[in-house]
């Protein structure tokens, strides 16, 4: 939705194994967000990044990893290490920088992992 | 740390009822940003806010920004089932501005 794809909508994993979660962007957008929501709470930030090539963690990076080598590209990697990978993950970028009326996020649709 | 907070956690209401949920922040906000996410969905950006006291309408929805930008109001006029979801206010992260700090939200429920 508003020219941000997530990929795959729903993944299931055995406990113990990576998983790579996808989030592209077609909006030309400098900066991307990870976010993570559990049942009935709300948004945590894992990873941001406002530049290709740079990125900073969020309030819950642990466990998890990013990169951005291309503008329109910001995968998520949860990690073995990650205790309760159980979650809704959201993506979102934004026009960027701190300009006011840029940081609006737009969201994409979401991938629901479950870890079995 | 920055803060922002949001009461109530939850609110149900008589279809046709109004409602309102209110967002106050431990600092002073640039701008203020409203989100609605539908059970199942993604949070959808509303609308945002920049001037001190300033309000703005879309529709039946009632958005208010506070003289001292630390608070903010949404108020929706003959709620509808279409009104169901959970309601986000954000606001930006007050030294980097390369964040913004969402509120934990209002989940509305409307009974037909």
């Known amino acids: 939705d508003g020219g941000i794809t997530q990929s795959p909508k729903y993944l299931f994993r055995k406990e113990g194994q990576n998983v790579t979660l996808s989030c592209e962007q077609n909006?030309?957008?400098?900066?991307m967000y990870w976010y993570r929501q559990d049942p009935g709470q709300g948004l945590r930030l894992i990873y941001y990044?406002?530049?290709?090539?740079?990125?900073q963690k969020g309030d819950i990076a642990e466990g998890y990893s990013v990169s951005r080598e291309k503008k329109e590209s910001f995968p998520l990697t949860v990690t073995s290490a990650q205790k309760n990978p159980t979650a809704f993950y959201l993506c979102?970028?934004?026009?960027?920088?701190?300009?006011?009326?840029?940081?609006?996020?737009?969201f994409g649709p979401g991938t629901r992992l479950t870890v079995l | 740390g920055q803060q922002v907070m949001q009461i109530p956690q939850y609110q149900h209401v008589q279809e046709g009822e109004d409602f309102t949920t209110y967002c106050n922040s431990s600092?002073?906000?640039?701008?203020i940003q409203w989100y609605k996410q539908r059970p199942g969905g993604h949070p959808v950006f509303l609308i945002q806010?920049?001037?001190?006291?300033e309000v703005k309408k879309q529709k039946r929805l009632t958005f208010q920004f506070g003289e001292a930008k630390k608070n903010s109001s949404l108020h929706i006029t003959a709620t509808q089932t279409t009104d169901v979801g959970t309601y986000f206010c954000a606001g930006p992260e007050e030294t980097s501005y390369d964040k913004v700090i969402f509120g934990p939200g209002t989940s509305l429920s409307v009974i037909p």
């Open positions: 600092t002073t906000l640039s701008n």
């Open positions: 990044s406002q530049i290709v090539n740079d990125f």
């Open positions: 909006l030309n957008h400098d900066a």
């Open positions: 806010l920049v001037k001190s006291g």
């Open positions: 979102a970028s934004s026009p960027g920088l701190a300009v006011v009326g840029t940081d609006t996020q737009y």
